[in-house]
T-cell receptor, first 116, second 115 residues
């Protein structure tokens, strides 16, 4: 069965610090990869996604993620965080191929707290 | 608004009550999903509907009963729930399969409290 693991449950950073959130998945086939963000009191929204092509993808608000196929990883990065990045971040995987629906499997989430 | 609307936003119900959660999408998507979001747990996939047919039921207790009357509407009927069912219930939709799949659009969720 597919699974997604996010290594960091709670991260606390000061403004301007660099961010990297880890995400690993278990599935041997081709995947679509996503990062979603949930700001306090708001709905889940798409931060960025990888389907194919350049393994370094850029998303909104200065976030980027790198797909490393050999490591089954899709880590999220931002060079300099802001207080407004305080939120919960979810990595998700969709297994591509016949018979698979568009369902996403999510990691347990990482709570990011940025101190002003 | 995301294009996926969930009602009600908050619901408090007793263990013997029957209530329903509603989800409506205006995006022309052909797949809809129910997830349960509990504190400090991964989002749990409950049900998947593709082209109005239930294609996945992830060992969800029978006190949760989904209904998808058409591609735009999804319901979750609740009866005789337990306090541990208190959570945020999220609906999502997607254009499933092929080149038109871009992941989910989520609703804002229904915060359910079972007392």
């Amino acid at each position: 069965a597919q699974s997604v693991s996010q290594h960091n449950h709670h991260v606390i950073l000061s403004e301007a610090a660099s961010l990297e959130l880890g995400c690993n998945y278990s599935y041997g086939g081709t995947v679509n990869l996503f990062w979603y963000v949930q700001y306090p009191g708001q709905h889940l929204q798409l931060l960025l996604k990888y389907f194919s092509g350049d393994p370094l993808v850029k998303g909104i608000k200065g976030f980027e993620a790198e797909f490393i196929k050999s490591k089954f990883s899709f880590n999220l990065r931002k060079p300099s965080v802001q207080w407004s990045d305080t939120a919960e971040y979810f990595c998700a995987v969709n297994a591509r191929g016949s018979g698979n629906t568009g369902k996403l499997i999510f990691g347990q989430g990482t709570t990011l707290q940025v101190k002003p | 608004e995301t294009g996926v609307t969930q009602t009600p936003r908050h619901l408090v119900m007793g263990m013997t009550n029957k209530k329903s959660l509603k989800c409506e999408q205006h995006l022309g998507h052909n797949a809809m999903y129910w997830y349960k979001q509990s504190a400090k747990k991964p989002l749990e996939l409950m049900f998947v509907y593709s082209l109005e047919e239930r294609v996945e039921n992830n060992s969800v207790p029978s006190r949760f009963s989904p209904e998808c009357p058409n591609s735009s509407h999804l319901f979750l009927h609740l009866h005789t729930l337990q306090p541990e069912d208190s959570a945020l219930y999220l609906c999502a939709s997607s254009q499933d399969r092929g080149r038109d799949y871009y992941g989910y659009t989520f609703g804002s969720g229904t915060r359910l409290t079972v007392v």
